[in-house]
């Protein structure tokens, strides 16, 4: 089981991301790209989408993990972008144990299991204004 301290944020782009830091300010936070994010968007789009959001928000205290389950080129892309961590497919072969390796080398976590659904929080950040976005997480935190 795949065990995250910190408060999970599925954002689907920069306004979740953007959100997220409002509201948790300078907490540990782990921003999750989308589902398959990784064969959908591509890596260089989450790097791009984290990028901003760190330079909008310097103080702000958040992983970066990218959903590359169903594309293993994307992790591999991940890594060399420099992201915080990955998802994959469960382990099965070599080539899980390499990326490992590799992600460890970068500093970056390779995951092989995603957080189980309740310890996810789903921002509707593809159909909710700003404010109500900040206002539901918000309250979600407590």
Not at 20 to 36: G, K, T
Not at 68 to 87: F, K, P, Q, T
Request: glycine share 10%.
């Amino acid at each position: 089981m795949t065990v995250f301290h910190d408060p999970v944020i599925r954002i689907h782009g920069i306004k979740g991301a953007r959100s997220a830091c409002r509201v948790l300010a300078d907490r540990p936070f782990v921003l999750l790209s989308p589902e398959h994010a990784a064969q959908i968007n591509g890596a260089q789009w989450f790097a791009d989408l984290v990028g901003l959001t760190r330079d909008e928000f310097p103080t702000a205290a958040f992983r970066a993990i990218l959903d590359c389950r169903g594309r293993m080129s994307g992790a591999l892309a991940a890594l060399e972008i420099g992201l915080d961590g990955v998802m994959i497919d469960p382990p099965g072969d070599r080539q899980t144990e390499n990326l490992r390796d590799m992600g460890r080398q970068r500093g970056c976590q390779v995951f092989t299991a995603p957080p189980p659904s309740d310890a996810i929080y789903e921002m509707e950040d593809h159909r909710l204004p700003d404010r109500e976005l900040d206002r539901r997480l918000g309250a979600s935190l407590g």
